[in-house]
């Protein structure tokens, strides 16, 4: 048996869409026996309800959150004292964030930006305000103006944080030094009883790179930055060219 894992945006989908031929790729490769993660950063609400049809398990929210079915795997959730730490580096740097529990997202930024905010999650999920004392959330994301706000946040994070940019949009995924996707991965595996060298991982950006070398077999999208690319094991096509399914075929794993 094998595991394989793949990051959603960029790699296995755009938005909630999945290519067709990555759709049936999937099917087959379970139909096989191999189990498939999804490895995200997004929350476990988000990818049971948009992504539960094409997985086995998901690793959630940056590898601090896994879980298979109705077993939870692996449960990290930031301390008290992490989350204060972080709201007050950001508010240093005068960035906007959100910090995600399984279910709710918490958003801090400008008012007449959070409908567009909350429209990337589910209805409802996103909520205006935090109370660090009262909730116990697994990652953030943080907002800003520009690349040169970008630049000064992540300056004020380094050597704490992993900062995930969303391409052209003013947002980014935050790693919190520590635990990550590849944390996840190699635990999950270890669970499971399966080797190392039968995981394969799929991804496309910066927080996808502990992912693809902790796996036994790293593959980056097409896509992808060049800085994972230079990394990866194998590089696929893009993913409306069917990078799912190359992939896959490259390792023989689907026909």
Same mark, same amino acid.
């Given at each position: 048996? *094998?595991?394989?894992?793949?990051?959603?945006?960029?790699?296995? &989908?755009?938005?909630?869409?999945?290519?067709?031929?990555?759709? !049936?790729?999937? !099917?087959?490769?379970?139909?096989? #026996?191999? %189990?498939?993660?999804?490895?995200?950063?997004?929350?476990?609400?988000?990818?049971?309800?948009?992504?539960?049809?094409?997985?086995?398990?998901?690793?959630?929210?940056?590898?601090?959150?896994?879980?298979?079915? +109705?077993?939870?795997?692996?449960?990290?959730?930031?301390?008290?004292?992490?989350?204060?730490?972080?709201?007050? %580096?950001?508010?240093?740097?005068?960035? #906007?964030?959100?910090?995600?529990?399984?279910?709710?997202?918490?958003?801090?930024?400008?008012? +007449? %930006?959070?409908?567009?905010? &909350?429209?990337?999650?589910?209805? #409802?999920?996103? !909520?205006?305000g935090i109370d660090p004392e009262n909730v116990r959330p697994y990652n953030f994301d943080i907002y800003f103006n520009d690349t040169e706000h970008r630049l000064r946040i992540e300056e004020k994070l380094r050597g704490k944080c992993l900062v995930n940019p969303h391409g052209?949009?003013?947002?980014?995924?935050?790693?919190?030094?520590?635990?990550? !996707?590849?944390?996840?991965?190699?635990?999950?595996?270890?669970?499971?009883?399966?080797?190392?060298? *039968?995981?394969?991982?799929?991804?496309?950006?910066? *927080?996808?790179?502990?992912?693809?070398?902790?796996?036994?077999?790293?593959?980056?999208?097409?896509?992808?930055?060049?800085?994972?690319?230079?990394?990866?094991?194998?590089?696929?096509?893009?993913?409306?060219?069917?990078?799912?399914? *190359?992939?896959?075929?490259?390792?023989?794993?689907?026909?």
């Amino acid at each position: 048996m *094998n595991l394989v894992f793949f990051d959603i945006d960029g790699t296995l &989908a755009i938005g909630r869409k999945v290519p067709e031929s990555a759709e !049936k790729a999937l !099917k087959e490769l379970r139909g096989n #026996g191999d %189990l498939v993660f999804i490895c995200t950063g997004r929350s476990l609400s988000y990818v049971t309800r948009n992504f539960g049809q094409y997985a086995d398990g998901f690793i959630c929210s940056n590898g601090r959150l896994a879980v298979k079915g +109705d077993e939870t795997l692996y449960d990290h959730p930031l301390s008290t004292e992490q989350v204060r730490e972080m709201i007050g %580096l950001l508010e240093e740097a005068e960035s #906007g964030y959100a910090f995600f529990e399984r279910n709710s997202g918490w958003y801090v930024w400008r008012d +007449d %930006l959070f409908e567009a905010n &909350a429209g990337v999650w589910d209805p #409802g999920f996103l !909520k205006k305000g935090i109370d660090p004392e009262n909730v116990r959330p697994y990652n953030f994301d943080i907002y800003f103006n520009d690349t040169e706000h970008r630049l000064r946040i992540e300056e004020k994070l380094r050597g704490k944080c992993l900062v995930n940019p969303h391409g052209p949009h003013l947002s980014a995924d935050v790693t919190i030094l520590g635990i990550d !996707k590849g944390t996840a991965l190699v635990h999950v595996a270890e669970k499971l009883g399966v080797p190392i060298e *039968n995981t394969y991982a799929f991804g496309d950006g910066i *927080n996808d790179l502990c992912m693809l070398e902790a796996a036994g077999h790293g593959i980056a999208m097409g896509n992808a930055m060049e800085e994972l690319k230079e990394k990866a094991e194998y590089v696929t096509t893009p993913i409306l060219e069917d990078g799912v399914l *190359n992939g896959l075929r490259h390792y023989g794993l689907v026909k």
